[in-house]
């Protein structure tokens, strides 16, 4: 399937009725295994890559590193792939054009694009300056050929010190405007009520996508139900691996206990997941 076929096939699935889960991977062997389960495309998770390399989230990651990975996820799965480049790892469109270019290179066929002034959260950038940010991005992917599914996502709902209506309308201001800039989906994490979500379906101008933050969220049925088009995972799926690992590492120390094993994937199996024809190079 060349680049533009996974492009076009993840596109449809923001354009067809009912919710989609994304799954977000942190490496060649979380995004094998999550392809294996069944799943149709797969997102990287920036935090969950910082995490595995030894870095804070929030573009701590040399942008080299970070495509790096990218490229290996992409390289090694099948199904499209979608890469989560938080602000774009530079303040200016050209920057954002650049690392658009390069993920693409890598074999991406999506970004995600946040608003966030700076790495740590809080204030929001312009939204004109983001709408360029945006359009920057699409300049990127006709310029290699594929159109590049751009998720646009607004970090308000992280501001508690603004009214709940000030922070709603905002976002939806937002998005709209990042739609209308050549976004493909609107994304707005930290909403976890069912009553806010169907508000934001209702309206924001495109597909919606939220993300699974931990414990709290609405079921699945539920989102759908609510009208939300995409639902991410995020990080949360490699922080609890992460918990696993703790806890059994725990386990073993100071029960002297291998319950852990019960649930391993057996080696010749894990082995068979890479040995398909045709996947990830061996100079890598």
Same mark, same amino acid.
């Given at each position: 399937?060349?680049q533009?076929?996974?492009?076009?096939?993840f596109?449809?699935?923001?354009?067809?009725?009912?919710?989609?889960?994304?799954?977000?991977?942190?490496?060649?062997a979380?995004?094998?295994?999550?392809?294996?389960?069944?799943?149709?495309a797969?997102?990287?998770?920036? #935090?969950?890559? /910082? @995490?595995?390399?030894?870095y804070p &989230?929030? +573009?701590?990651?040399?942008?080299?590193?970070?495509?790096?990975?990218?490229?290996?996820i992409?390289?090694t799965?099948?199904i499209?792939v979608?890469?989560?480049?938080?602000r774009?790892?530079?303040?200016s469109?050209?920057a954002?054009a650049?690392?658009?270019e390069?993920?693409?290179?890598?074999?991406a066929i999506?970004v995600?694009i946040?608003?966030?002034?700076?790495?740590?959260?809080?204030?929001?950038?312009?939204?004109?300056?983001?709408c360029?940010?945006i359009?920057?991005?699409?300049?990127a992917?006709e310029?290699?050929g594929?159109?590049?599914?751009?998720?646009?996502?607004?970090?308000?709902?992280?501001?508690?010190?603004r009214?709940?209506?000030?922070i709603?309308d905002?976002?939806?201001?937002r998005?709209?405007?990042?739609?209308?800039?050549? #976004?493909?989906? /609107? @994304?707005?994490?930290?909403v976890? &009520?069912r +009553?806010?979500i169907?508000?934001?379906?209702?309206a924001?101008?495109?597909?919606?996508?939220v993300?699974?933050?931990?414990?709290g969220?609405?079921?699945?049925?539920?989102?759908?139900?609510?009208?939300?088009?995409?639902?991410?995972?995020?990080g949360?799926?490699?922080?609890?691996?992460?918990?696993l690992?703790r806890?059994?590492?725990?386990q073993?120390l100071n029960?002297?206990?291998?319950?852990?094993?019960?649930v391993?994937i057996?080696?010749?199996?894990?082995?068979?997941?890479?040995?398909r024809?045709?996947d990830i190079?061996?100079?890598?």
């Open positions: 399937m060349s533009q076929d996974k492009a076009d096939r596109r449809m699935m923001h354009e067809r009725d009912g919710v989609f889960v994304l799954p977000n991977a942190w490496d060649a979380s995004a094998r295994i999550l392809e294996e389960v069944g799943y149709p797969v997102g990287t998770t920036s #935090a969950g890559i /910082a @995490f595995s390399l030894g &989230d929030g +573009e701590q990651v040399p942008p080299s590193e970070m495509v790096a990975v990218i490229g290996r992409a390289r799965v099948r499209p979608t890469a989560d480049i938080e774009g790892y530079g303040d469109p050209e954002v650049l690392m658009a390069a993920v693409l290179d890598a074999g999506g995600n946040e608003d966030a002034s700076d790495a740590g959260g809080g204030a929001l950038i312009e939204t004109a300056a983001m360029e940010k359009a920057a991005a699409r300049a992917g310029g290699r594929v159109h590049l599914v751009i998720n646009a996502r607004t970090d308000g709902f992280y501001d508690r010190t009214g709940s209506g000030d709603f905002d976002a939806v201001a998005t709209n405007a990042y739609l209308s800039a050549g #976004a493909d989906c /609107a @994304f707005v994490p930290a976890t &009520d +009553e806010t169907a508000r934001l379906v209702t924001i101008d495109g597909p919606l996508n993300v699974v933050p931990g414990p969220m609405p079921g699945l049925r539920a989102l759908e139900a609510a009208g939300v088009r995409r639902v991410s995972l995020g949360c799926l490699m922080r609890s691996m992460a918990g690992l806890f059994s590492a725990r073993v029960e002297g206990s291998f319950e852990f094993a019960d391993a057996p080696h010749d199996e894990m082995d068979a997941l890479f040995a024809e045709g190079s061996r100079t890598v």
